[in-house]
């Protein structure tokens, strides 16, 4: 059963645009927050923006902040990332992910607080 799918990913170039979206369906739609997450070619999975929806929080990590927004329509249902003045090194494939369950100490960071993963969209963006 697919409970997150990503959309939105494909080529642009350097200072460009793109806009991600991200739909929950099944028991992930009972998620308590939703993130972005990407992974480049050989590299680790790197946070990039995650949304809580206890209070609205949002949060960055620091190469994104002030290029990317994080949004939503429908709160626990969808979640967008709004990228833009993007760079090559922004090349990746993005993850949307949920976390399902509220934790003392959870960090929206942190990929192992996160319960459910789409499968990704690639975002390539040429120099």
């Given at each position: 059963?697919?409970?997150?799918?990503?959309?939105?990913?494909?080529?642009?170039?350097?200072?460009?645009?793109?806009?991600?979206?991200c739909?929950?369906?099944?028991?992930?739609?009972?998620?308590?927050?939703?993130?972005?997450?990407?992974?480049?070619?050989?590299?680790?999975?790197?946070?990039?923006?995650?949304?809580?929806?206890?209070?609205?929080?949002?949060?960055?990590?620091?190469?994104?902040?002030?290029?990317?927004?994080?949004?939503?329509?429908?709160?626990?249902?969808?979640?967008?990332?709004?990228?833009?003045?993007?760079?090559?090194?922004?090349?990746?494939?993005?993850?949307?992910?949920?976390?399902?369950?509220?934790?003392?100490?959870?960090?929206?960071?942190?990929?192992?607080?996160?319960?459910?993963?789409?499968?990704?969209?690639?975002?390539?963006v040429?120099?």
């Amino acid at each position: 059963q697919v409970l997150l799918v990503e959309s939105g990913g494909g080529l642009v170039q350097a200072g460009g645009s793109l806009r991600l979206s991200c739909a929950a369906s099944g028991r992930a739609v009972t998620n308590v927050a939703m993130g972005w997450f990407r992974q480049a070619p050989g590299k680790e999975r790197e946070f990039v923006s995650a949304i809580s929806w206890r209070d609205g929080s949002t949060y960055y990590g620091d190469s994104v902040k002030g290029r990317f927004t994080i949004s939503s329509e429908n709160a626990k249902i969808t979640v967008s990332l709004q990228m833009n003045s993007l760079k090559p090194e922004d090349t990746a494939v993005y993850y949307c992910a949920a976390v399902a369950y509220l934790a003392a100490g959870m960090d929206l960071r942190d990929r192992l607080d996160y319960d459910y993963w789409g499968q990704g969209t690639p975002v390539t963006v040429s120099s």
